[in-house]
């Protein structure tokens, strides 16, 4: 290939691929509004069991968080509540409460954007008071494939070393693959694994949208891909 052809060639290419790299802008944090729900599938992929189908609602939003009911799907029975930070991260989650959130993301989001954040999980009734050192990376933008359709999500992969705050005992690894969709305001799937401080691996969970409800969502159709 000539010089001149080579040259040709790349001034084809080079612009094609910016306009791909150029399809997405930034993602600003969420903007989640009392009302808003989303319906999940829970499965435990370790054991290959299918679990319940429940629903986190936006009960309300003041300068503690985003407060969420827990709910069963089928029934509206009330589970737990959960509080996330204003960016949706994790404040209080199964007895948990992390100080300041576990950084599940840290916006604005843009692919190949990396973050570290130190943390502190408290949780009295288990007398457990744990430190985390939790690391995260947007690795692209990328299609999926849920109950609820097929979304453009953005990839999040976040990983964190765990050990009680004073060292006493071994700790384990959390690790989360996200898939973020900005229009919703949240996940559309999660998958979660945690393993102990020699990597043996001992819960692998996922959660995929089935349903939800938005106060300001466009039409469902134009969020599919």
């Not at 010089?3 to 399809?23: E, H, Q, Y």
């Not at 288990?126 to 953005?154: M, S, T």
Request: net charge neutral.
């Amino acid at each position: 290939m000539t010089f001149k052809r080579s040259f040709a060639v790349l001034c084809f290419i080079l612009p094609c691929a910016l306009a791909r790299a150029g399809d997405h802008d930034a993602v600003s944090a969420p903007a989640p509004a009392v009302g808003d729900s989303w319906t999940y599938q829970y499965t435990d992929v370790w054991k290959g069991n299918t679990g319940n189908i429940n629903r986190m609602e936006v009960a309300s939003i003041d300068e503690a968080g985003v407060h969420m009911a827990i709910k069963r799907a089928a029934s509206g029975a009330l589970i737990s509540t959960q509080l996330f930070s204003a960016e949706m991260n994790p404040i209080e989650r199964g007895g948990m409460h992390f100080a300041p959130s576990f950084a599940r993301y840290a916006f604005p989001l843009t692919p190949g954007k990396e973050w570290s954040s130190e943390v502190v999980g408290d949780n009295n009734k288990a007398g457990k008071h744990l430190r985390y050192q939790i690391k995260g990376k947007v690795l692209d933008w990328e299609k999926v494939r849920v109950p609820a359709g097929e979304f453009d999500a953005l990839k999040i992969f976040v990983h964190a070393d765990y050990g009680p705050a004073d060292g006493s005992a071994p700790g384990g690894h959390l690790s989360e693959t996200v898939w973020f969709v900005p229009a919703l305001n949240h996940y559309v799937k999660l998958e979660q694994q945690d393993s102990d401080a020699q990597g043996r691996l001992y819960s692998r969970d996922s959660w995929e949208l089935t349903t939800y409800t938005h106060q300001a969502a466009p039409p469902l159709a134009s969020l599919r891909r």
